[in-house]
């Protein structure tokens, strides 16, 4: 795969970048700035730490379910880090039903809670295949769902940012929520893994 | 203005190709799904990408078959749609 650096798309946004700080709309470095800050605090701990506290507290769920940006105040995390906040939308997988997040549009993500997504995220070859084929391309991240579970891709083609609530896994009873966290991962939270 | 929709209604998508950006990916166009839930209330991106003001309005969850968007497959896809792209669908 060419390199994000080196490509075509890159070149064009550092072109534009330094026009607009050649015409003084832009402060030299600022965009990296805003990018940056945007980012800041931005990890899959986030993600781990809410699911954690959902397996542990069935109140914490309800809320979550329905009305995430309001629920994760409770775990000291928000949305509202960038220009304006932005809708979260959970979904809890189940037996009979998972969930899978993708932005076929683009590479819409929840980035002030997660931090980037990973590059795969952002590959065509995600985007335009697990819209088609949900249960071949989880094959392939080594998540083999049983025949009678039912498949939901979410398409992140607006506004809302999307989080994936895994299904607490069997013999976990006896764990501390950070304990919990742990075991939680990106693709759990993206819907590509189990947990 | 309140939803025109409402979660349970049949609708259908738009079919037309428009000139420039949109937010309704041509995967799901003319395809019939059910509202799950609104999500929020957003200027029309559309409208936006153009440069031009514009009243937010809502946006939806709509679920589809996947064998109504491609013709085959178990899945179902939920794609957000905002209002203009959408009609009521019988």
Known sequence: ?195 | MPDRYAPGDRVRTRTTDVDGHTRLPRYARGAVGVIVEPAGRHPLADERARGRACEPRTVYHVRFAASELFGSGEHSVVVELWEDYLEEAS
């Not at chain 1, 071949?136 to 979410?154: K, M």
């Open chain 1, 1 to 195: 795969m060419t390199g994000h650096a080196s490509s075509r798309i890159s070149a064009d946004v550092r072109h534009v970048e330094s026009l607009l700080e050649a015409r003084g709309l832009l402060d030299p470095g600022e965009i990296d700035a805003r990018i940056d800050e945007f980012a800041a605090g931005g990890t899959p701990a986030n993600g781990a730490r809410i699911v954690a506290h959902a397996w542990a507290d069935a109140g914490f769920t309800e809320r979550l379910l329905a009305d995430a940006n309001e629920a994760i105040r409770e775990v000291g995390l928000s949305m509202a880090g960038g220009i304006q906040e932005q809708r979260l939308k959970v979904v809890a997988n189940s037996e009979s039903e998972h969930h899978v997040v993708v932005c076929t549009l683009c590479s819409c993500y929840p980035v002030a809670l997660l931090g980037p997504s990973p590059t795969w995220y952002k590959s065509e070859a995600y985007r335009s295949r697990v819209v088609r084929d949900p249960r071949g391309v989880l094959r392939e991240f080594g998540l083999e769902l049983p025949e009678t579970t039912a498949i939901s891709v979410w398409d992140a083609s607006a506004e809302s940012r999307y989080l994936v609530l895994p299904r607490r896994p069997a013999g976990t009873a006896g764990l501390a929520e950070a304990e919990l966290a742990a075991l939680v991962t990106r693709k759990g939270l993206i819907g590509t893994a189990s947990v």
